[in-house]
Each structure stands twice: as C-alpha cells, then as structure tokens.
Nanobody
Framework: QVQLVESGGGLVQAGGSLRLSCAAS????????MAWFRQAPGKERAFVAA????????DYADSVKGRFTISRDNAKNTVYLQMNSLKPEDTAVYYC????????????WGQGTQVTVSS
C-alpha cells in the first residue's frame, strides 16, 4: 500500500509561482511512474504532468508546457511540481497519483491541494 500526501498549495497572484510536493510512504517509491492531475470547479480531472520512476522521462499537458516542471527525489520519496507564470485558469485542486502494479491505470491518489490564482 502506498499513501500520497500533497502540500504546497495556496493563493497566488497571476504571474506568480508555487511548488507543490507529494510525499509517498508505504512502499518502494523509485520504481513507480508518478503524475500530477488537477480538477477545476465544474470540470473533470485532467492530466498535468508525469515523470518516470528514474526521473529520466517527463510528459506535460500542452496547457502547462514551458511553465510547469515535474521532478522527483527518490531518496526523499517525494515528487514535485514547480509552477511558474501561473494563470487564473490554473486554479484547481491538484492531485498526485501513481500506478501500483498490476494496474494499468492510476489507482492511488492523494487527497489534493488547492491552488488559487487571482487575476
């Protein structure tokens, strides 16, 4: 069993930055793909970014490319999302997630952290 706990959300003005953290506990962390998703009010949960187990491969939603950076520290069992040049449309609850084998889909989620970007 893996537990994920997000932190780092808050209120920021447009153009500002935040760094989200997701701490994992319970099992070996380094082998797992990790991802960030977000859900804005009235919208479905959407993919934001993902990082491979080694950290050598990353993927981003088009809407955040060039502004967000996903990274991980396997020694600390933590994945990060550095968010720069924030826009009001980035306002959402941000969740980290992972796939625990043999699942093909993301099956373990954190509780979420609120990010609010004011204009």
């Amino acid at each position: 069993q893996v537990q994920l706990v997000e932190s780092g959300g808050g209120l920021v003005q447009a153009g500002g930055s935040l760094r989200l953290s997701c701490a994992a506990s319970g099992r070996t962390f380094s082998g797992y793909l990790m991802a960030w998703f977000r859900q804005a009010p009235g919208k479905e949960r959407a993919f934001v970014a993902a990082i491979s187990g080694s950290g050598g491969s990353t993927d981003y939603a088009d809407s955040v490319k060039g502004r967000f950076t996903i990274s991980r520290d396997n020694a600390k069992n933590t994945v990060y999302l550095q968010m720069n040049s924030l826009k009001p449309e980035d306002t959402a609850v941000y969740y980290c997630a992972t796939k625990i084998p043999p699942a093909a889909a993301f099956n373990t989620w954190g509780q979420g952290t609120q990010v609010t970007v004011s204009s």
